[in-house]
């Protein structure tokens, strides 16, 4: 078992930054890469980002791309993701998730652990 633990979410306006944090304990010997997704409400879960943990080799979605910084700190079994020029439609209920695939697969069910969420509102 995996537990992720995500923090940072808030309320900010629009052209703002907030820092998310994913903290990784329990079994995480299995883990390579790890992810970031968000879901909006009444709206399907998205890939956000995600991070090679071995290499820190990143990946984005095409709507972050410019504006977000995925990185890791393995010592800290933490992963970040670096949120500017926030936008009124990035808000969403933000997950981290770990997967034992060797490199980023921007798709949810290729993800086994999960974190519980947390809540990034963008104000306009």
């Known amino acids: 078992q995996v537990q992720l633990n995500e923090s940072g979410g808030g309320l900010v306006q629009a052209g703002g930054s907030l820092r998310l944090s994913c903290a990784a304990s329990?079994?995480?010997?299995?883990?390579?890469?790890l992810g970031w997704f968000r879901q909006a409400p009444g709206k399907e879960r998205t890939f956000v980002s995600g991070?090679?943990?071995?290499?820190?080799?990143?990946r984005y979605a095409d709507s972050v791309k410019g504006r977000f910084t995925i990185s890791r700190d393995n010592a800290r079994n933490t992963v970040y993701l670096q949120m500017n020029s926030l936008k009124p439609e990035d808000t969403a209920v933000y997950y981290c998730?770990?997967?034992?695939?060797?490199?980023?697969?921007?798709?949810?069910?290729?993800?086994?652990?999960w974190g519980q969420g947390t809540q990034v509102t963008v104000s306009s």
């Open positions: 998730a770990t997967s034992n695939y060797v490199v980023v697969v921007p798709a949810a069910e290729k993800y086994e652990y």
């Open positions: 329990g079994r995480t010997f299995n883990t390579h890469t």
């Open positions: 991070i090679v943990l071995s290499s820190g080799a990143p």
